[in-house]
């Protein structure tokens, strides 16, 4: 595989959107909510600021079933949270992600077209859309967000593969493999069919697989070793894969599954909606169909096809999983965009128009399609394409409410024993600089509100919530217990703790606040 990627015709598209990527980033254009309004970033970023600040691992934190790597990626946003804030560390960090995103589509779509100004187009393009709407007109980082980078890798490595069959070739793209499964477990599905493609057309296969096979055992071991050292190892395996396989139930599920695949997961709103969708399964139609009798190259065509294996493969990945909320639709969209716009190319260029003419009419194409993409998601969710909220990420933090003015913390975080809704955490956590008590806070409400998940002992190697609940108010003994009234009932066990161990202190606003005795 060359490399040597960074040449000197290449540099000055790289420079470009680099600077317009950290321009784009630093003023903020585009909905960037740092305030992580979506409750899975709230999640994470309290989970890994437990880690950070009390020097524990993953699922001492919070008891979560989402792999230990997407929180040590979150604790990158402490490196910069002494400048300014936690909301701008994790801002940036999600910005570098898309950086890295954008520079490697630079190259896939390079690869087909040849040309620096499309490839810049396109590729800032997509990253614009990322970083402005998304699905459902949020931004969204998390495992699949991470799983575009790794996408856009497993693209090129899959590609340079098939072109020339090496060791090295083939260590690059079991390596990748690897990480994508290691940060989100159901990307197994995908990676899976799309080893099998290239097992397939591969010329030798017994090298494939013996080093692919050396190169997974090595990593698997490194990892392994990782995270028992963490003592982790035990409960990711339990809670990560053995939760998810317990959970899955496809066969029950099957006609659920399509149902949510097809009106909730293939055709949703926003800006990758029906339309969208309909034209990719188009497009891959004529490309099957036309393929040798269009005027494009035979790397191209083995590109293009890499793509098509991979957006089919997340197809049945999101079928799989399950498509039950707006984010699990992000594995699906780098590949849809790849067919889209790259067959638009390959129509342009096989009716061997002028250069200047047909590079003219591609650029205004792409960026009328992708701006009728975006102003369909603005109309549909009332919002600004221009939502300079990051903005906000440079303020002090507001102490508008009581209970937050009343549990502020000037220095570092403190634990609170908490019975609240995950609306208002950012009164009681965020805007006050403290932290939930326990790693069971969040199943208090998965378990006891939602209803969301039952504690399946197989699932725990049978360890009991109020075991673990236990365990760790006698290392913790936080100093205030909080329970926010007009919400459910708390369980009859932490009741009984509240009462043996604390005092009533008074009423602040919603909320039933209790101070440790003694």
């Known amino acids: 595989m060359n490399l040597n ?61 989402h ?21 701008f560390g994790f801002y940036i960090v999600y910005s570098f992600l898309l950086l890295l995103i954008n520079l490697l589509l630079f190259r896939i779509v390079y690869i087909f077209t040849k040309n620096t100004l499309i490839s810049v187009l396109l590729s800032s393009a997509y990253v614009f859309d990322l970083s402005s709407s998304t699905i459902g007109g949020n931004i969204i980082f998390d495992n699949r ?16 593969l098939l072109l020339n069959q090496t060791i090295t070739n083939t260590i690059f793209i079991g390596t990748v493999i690897f990480f994508q499964v290691l940060f989100l477990e159901s990307y197994l599905v995908s990676c899976g069919l799309l080893f099998l493609y290239l097992f397939k057309n591969l010329h030798n296969k017994l090298q494939f697989l013996k080093y692919i096979f050396y190169t997974n055992i090595s990593l698997l071991l490194i990892v392994s070793v990782f995270f028992w050292q963490r003592s982790e190892l035990i409960d990711m395996f339990y809670l990560n894969y053995v939760f998810h396989y317990d959970g899955i139930g496809i066969g029950s599920n099957i006609n659920i599954r399509l149902s949510e695949l097809l009106n909730f997961g293939l055709f949703y709103y926003g800006p990758h909606n029906r339309i969208s969708h309909a034209i990719t399964f188009v497009f891959i139609i004529l490309f099957l169909l036309l393929k040798n009798k269009m005027n494009i190259s035979k790397e191209s065509i083995q590109l293009y096809t890499v793509v098509i294996v991979l957006f089919f493969s997340e197809v049945i990945h999101l079928f799989l999983t399950g498509p039950r909320f707006t984010n699990y639709l992000q594995v699906v969209l780098l590949p849809q965009y790849l067919i889209i716009f790259v067959f638009i190319f390959f129509i342009f260029k096989s009716l061997n128009l002028n250069i200047l003419i047909s590079n003219f009419v591609i650029s205004s194409l792409l960026l009328i399609m992708f701006f009728v993409f975006q102003y369909g998601d603005v109309v549909y969710h009332r919002t600004s394409l221009l939502d300079q909220s990051y903005l906000n990420a440079l303020e002090p933090v507001s102490q508008e409410s009581e209970i937050s003015s009343f549990l502020f913390n000037p220095g570092e975080p403190e634990l609170i024993l908490s019975w609240i809704s995950h609306e208002s955490w950012d009164d009681v956590y965020f805007k006050a600089n403290n932290l939930p008590s326990t790693r069971m806070w969040w199943w208090f409400e998965m378990k006891f509100v939602e209803n969301f998940y039952e504690w399946n002992p197989k699932r725990y190697y049978s360890m009991n919530l109020e075991q673990l609940f236990f365990e760790d108010l006698k290392k913790e003994n936080p100093k205030y217990a909080i329970i926010e009234n007009n919400y459910n009932e708390p369980p009859i066990f932490f009741l009984k703790h509240i009462n043996e161990n604390y005092i009533f202190y ?11 005795k003694n």
């Open 5 to 65: 990627y960074i040449n000197k015709k290449n540099l000055i598209p790289y420079t470009f959107i680099t600077i317009s990527n950290i321009s784009w980033f630093t003023f903020g254009l585009g909905k960037a909510e740092t305030r992580l309004l979506k409750i899975d970033q709230k999640i994470m970023l309290l989970t890994s600021s437990k880690m950070h600040y009390f020097d524990i691992n993953t699922f001492e934190a919070a008891w979560n079933h």
């Open 67 to 87: 792999t230990p790597p997407i929180f040590y990626i979150f604790k990158l946003s402490f490196l910069f949270s002494e400048f300014i804030n936690i909301d």
């Open 145 to 160: 967000t991470i799983g575009m980078f790794f996408q856009c890798l497993i693209i090129l490595f899959a590609y340079h």
């Open 506 to 516: 008074g009423t602040i606003e919603k909320f039933d606040v209790y101070k440790l």
